[in-house]
T-cell receptor, first 115, second 113 residues
Framework: DTGVSQDPRHKITKRGQNVTFRCDPI?????LYWYRQTLGQGPEFLTY????????KSRLLSDRFSAERPKGSFSTLEIQRTEQGDSAMYLC?????????????FGAGSRLTVL | KQEVTQIPAALSVPEGENLVLNCSFT??????LQWFRQDPGKGLTSLLL?????REQTSGRLNASLDKSSGRSTLYIAASQPGDSATYLC????????????FGDGTTLTVKP
């Protein structure tokens, strides 16, 4: 297992375009999280899945954002009609739901630049 | 609402020094606390996780302590090396879901040879 993989690593797009990021978690992990991080700030929680169910979404996740995790494996995060304020690093993390030991494993992130 | 603060925002030390990074949180009813390392342009690497019932955790040259009553955690790095240069972040889970966490903004450490 190569850890959590994210693709693409860097995406440059024009305002108004749609973008999609993919995350492949560690195979035995049942929980998957998306975070967003801007320069100089800590990551902010966006949403998480337990298996294929999306259990919670942050208020940061506007209706232009949608995330899926079909079959409880990889996940996609789509941003429609991108805005310059969407420019950030989008981080995916996974964990195994073991009580008291939900150690997060993060991917390298997908950096979005909206021109 | 839980708030997590890390002071200082940046720290520069000569190689070999022992140092302490600080993390404070406003709601002491935490489930656990996790320390991460982030290299520039990269994702986060978990360093240590301290359960709410624990006082400290150690891994190699790293020691993390937790004082829930005062809302503080410290990360102690012994005999710092240039390879320790990175941003260190602490995270506190919203509730029992330890993956859904509030992060501090990190302390950027530079260890000079």
């Amino acid at each position: 297992d190569t850890g959590v993989s994210q693709d693409p690593r860097h995406k440059i797009t024009k305002r108004g375009q749609n973008v999609t990021f993919r995350c492949d978690p560690i195979s035995e992990h049942n929980r998957l999280y998306w975070y967003r991080q801007t320069l100089g700030q800590g990551p902010e929680f966006l949403t998480y899945f337990q298996n294929e169910a999306q259990l919670e979404k942050s208020r940061l996740l506007s209706d232009r954002f949608s995330a899926e995790r079909p079959k409880g494996s990889f996940s996609t995060l789509e941003i429609q009609r991108t805005e310059q304020g969407d420019s950030a690093m989008y981080l995916c993390a996974s964990s195994l739901d073991v009580s008291g030991a939900n150690v997060l494993t993060f991917g390298a992130g997908s950096r979005l630049t909206v021109l | 609402k839980q708030e997590v603060t890390q002071i200082p925002a940046a720290l520069s030390v000569p190689e070999g020094e022992n140092l302490v990074l600080n993390c404070s949180f406003t709601d002491s009813a935490i489930y656990n606390l996790q320390w991460f390392r982030q290299d520039p342009g990269k994702g986060l690497t978990s360093l240590l996780l301290i359960q709410s019932s624990q006082r400290e955790q150690t891994s190699g040259r790293l020691n993390a302590s937790l004082d829930k009553s005062s809302g503080r955690s410290t990360l102690y790095i012994a005999a710092s090396q240039p390879g320790d240069s990175a941003t260190y972040l602490c995270a506190v889970p919203f509730n029992t879901n330890a993956g859904k966490s509030t992060f501090g903004d990190g302390t950027t450490l530079t260890v000079k040879p």
